[in-house]
């Protein structure tokens, strides 16, 4: 057993490069958590997690991650409250708590440093993340119980009588009502952002130049269908700058002033439930459109764009995909926020083989490109 602990301890000191490697071992280290741990102390765990966000973010509001991420050795309560202005008896009392909850790490009586994940945090965009979880989505989970007790647990499905309408006080749907909310939408395009730097995307698994590759200027090669601030435009672009063709970001006329200038883009004010008004596509996009939407709804937009669609044509989609068993906590919890923040859910592989099936999709290729979340490219054309 000495042996097994010390072959451990190594391991957190240099653990392994590959992400693959990196993520088997995560899961082993995970059920021999389980195993090991008191089911007293999982309890206590499980009913003290959310004291985890709303102390992260008193961090992030205080400055703390950034602080210590900055200073190589240790700093004390009494430095911490110098440059933050808290009291340094309550900074104490959060940074024993962060200390306990690997947050940052404690090297003595009152001596604190910055670890992985604290540094991590020091990053504007993780802490967006916080952020944007703490005020938009706890919110929206605190509400939950009561909402489906009331409704007698029916899922969800109507994104005007969810727990967000009751946790935020509104009758909007959560994307309408976010555009109205600035610092939210701020925090939360930032996080997005972070998120997928450095990740791999849609285009490490879909040869796209092959598909385009007879393109002249005036065909329509890719149209990004409710695309938001135009990211997937813009990483086009810089993934294949050389390839002829016009490139199209379609979105509310409310989201379009936000989206990002990018050469060569063409952008058009466009509402999905309607018949798509750009006819014969090479390629038409949707990334994270339908995971909004339940069944019938999404359908609708499905055939809206199939109406627009070619022999040669694809429409490619961009979401996540739980697999049928063996679910990853990174793809649950999202689906379970989406519950709670839009009525809606992330889809297991079988549901998305029903649904483009009934939409009259046959599908070509499914290609993960970020196995730990199971954020995958769906090849369609027409049946």
């Known amino acids: 057993m000495a042996n097994i602990i010390a072959q451990l301890d190594v391991l957190t000191k240099t653990p392994p490069v590959d992400p693959i490697e990196r ?24 009913i003290g997690s959310p004291m985890i966000l709303t102390f992260s973010q008193i961090a992030c509001d205080l400055g703390l991650f950034e602080r210590l991420a900055e200073t190589p050795s240790p700093l004390s309560s009494a430095s911490l409250s110098a440059s933050s202005g808290a009291d340094p008896v309550f900074l ?17 009586e009152d001596a604190f440093i910055a670890n992985a994940v604290s540094r991590t ?17 706890m919110p929206c989970l605190q509400a ?51 998120q997928h730097q450095g990740q791999s995307t849609w285009l490490d698994v879909f040869d796209f130049a092959n598909h385009v590759q007879d393109s002249s200027a005036d065909t329509l090669i890719f149209v990004d269908i409710g695309g ?11 993934e294949h700058p050389q390839i002829p063709g016009r490139v199209v970001l379609q979105d509310q006329p409310f989201v379009l002033p936000h989206s990002i200038p990018i050469d060569g883009v063409e952008k058009q004010p466009f509402d999905f439930w309607t018949e798509q008004p750009l006819k014969g596509a090479r390629i038409y996009y949707m990334r994270n459109v339908l995971e909004d939407y339940p069944d019938d709804k999404a359908i609708t937009i499905l055939r809206n764009t199939l109406s627009a669609m070619l022999s040669n044509s694809l429409l ?14 990174r793809s649950t919890v999202q689906d379970m926020t989406m519950m709670a ?14 649904l483009l099936d009934k939409a009259g999709l046959k599908i070509l290729q499914k290609n993960a490109y970020n196995v730990a979340t199971g954020e995958s490219i769906i090849v369609t054309a027409l049946k």
């Open 92 to 108: 104490s009392r959060v940074l024993r708590f962060l200390a306990s909850n690997d947050m940052i790490t404690e090297t003595g």
């Open 228 to 238: 938001g601030l135009g990211q997937q435009c813009a990483l086009l672009k810089k």
């Open 316 to 329: 490619l989609i961009d979401e996540m995909i739980i697999p049928n068993h063996g679910a990853s906590p």
């Open 341 to 354: 923040s839009l009525a809606s859910a992330e889809r297991t592989e079988r549901q998305w083989d029903a």
């Open 23 to 46: 993520l088997n071992l995560y899961n082993a280290a995970k059920k021999l958590v389980i195993a090991t741990e008191d089911p007293s102390n999982t309890i206590c765990r499980v």
């Open 144 to 194: 939950t119980p009561k909402f489906l007790a009331d409704t007698g647990y029916v899922n969800p499905v109507d994104v005007l009588h969810s727990p967000f309408q009751i946790a935020h006080k509104t009758d909007k749907p959560s994307y309408v009502w976010a555009m109205e909310q600035p610092k939210l939408m701020a925090d939360f395009n930032l996080w997005m952002t972070e």
């Open 121 to 137: 945090l020091a990053r504007p965009g993780f802490r967006a993340g916080i952020a944007h979880t703490f005020w938009a989505i």
